[in-house]
Structures are given as structure tokens and as C-alpha cells.
Nanobody, 118 residues
Framework: QVQLVESGGGLVQAGGSLRLSCAAS????????MGWFRQAPGKEREFVAR????????NYADSVKGRFTISRDNAKNSIYLQMNSLKPEDTAVYYC???????????WGQGTQVTVSS
């Protein structure tokens, strides 16, 4: 099994920045891609960003391109999401997820709240 723990959420004004962290533990050797998802109140969970196992490939949702940066430190079994130029519509619970041997996002963190005030 793999456990994921997010941290770094909080309240920030529009235009501000936050950095989310996600630490993995357990059978981390079985992790492939990792990613960030978010869920706003009353909405479905949506993809935010993804990073490959080596960290050499990344993908972003159009809504965050140019503002968010995902990174990975395999020595620390961690990924990060640097969020700049935050907007009120970025307000959501942010979840870290990891792709396992099933090649699907089968491991999820508990989520961290990000609130952007206008």
C-alpha cells in the first residue's frame, strides 16, 4: 500500500501564491505518475497537473497553465505544486494522487483546502 499526505493549503488573496506538498510512504517503488486534482464545492473532481515517474514529463489543465508548476523529488518521495497568480476560482480541496501497478490513479491523499479570496 501507499499512503499520501498533502500539506501547504490555506487562505490567500487573489494574485498570491501557495506551495502544496505531497509526501508518499509505504510501497513507493510501485508508484508511477503522480498528479494533483481538485474539487470545488458542488463540482466534480478535476485534473490539475501530472508528472511522470522521472519528473521529465508534465501536463497541466488549461485553466492552470502558466500559473501552476508541478515538480517531483524522488529522493524524498514527494511532489509539489507551486501555485502563482491565484484566482478565486482556484478555491477547492486539492488532492494528491499516484498511479500504481494498475496504471490508474489508485492512491489518494486526504486533501488540503485552498481558499483564494477576492
Amino acid at each position: 500500500q501507499v499512503q499520501l499526505v498533502e500539506s501547504g493549503g490555506g487562505l490567500v488573496q487573489a494574485g498570491g501564491s501557495l506551495r502544496l506538498s505531497c509526501a508518499a510512504s509505504g510501497r513507493t517503488f510501485s508508484i508511477f505518475d503522480m498528479g494533483w486534482f481538485r474539487q470545488a464545492p458542488g463540482k466534480e473532481r478535476e485534473f490539475v497537473a501530472r508528472i511522470s515517474r522521472s519528473g521529465g514529463a508534465t501536463n497541466y489543465a488549461d485553466s492552470v497553465k502558466g500559473r501552476f508548476t508541478i515538480s517531483r523529488d524522488n529522493a524524498k518521495n514527494s511532489i509539489y505544486l507551486q501555485m502563482n497568480s491565484l484566482k478565486p476560482e482556484d478555491t477547492a480541496v486539492y488532492y494528491c494522487a499516484a498511479v500504481g501497478m494498475t496504471r490508474t490513479y489508485e492512491y489518494w491523499g486526504q486533501g488540503t483546502q485552498v481558499t483564494v479570496s477576492s
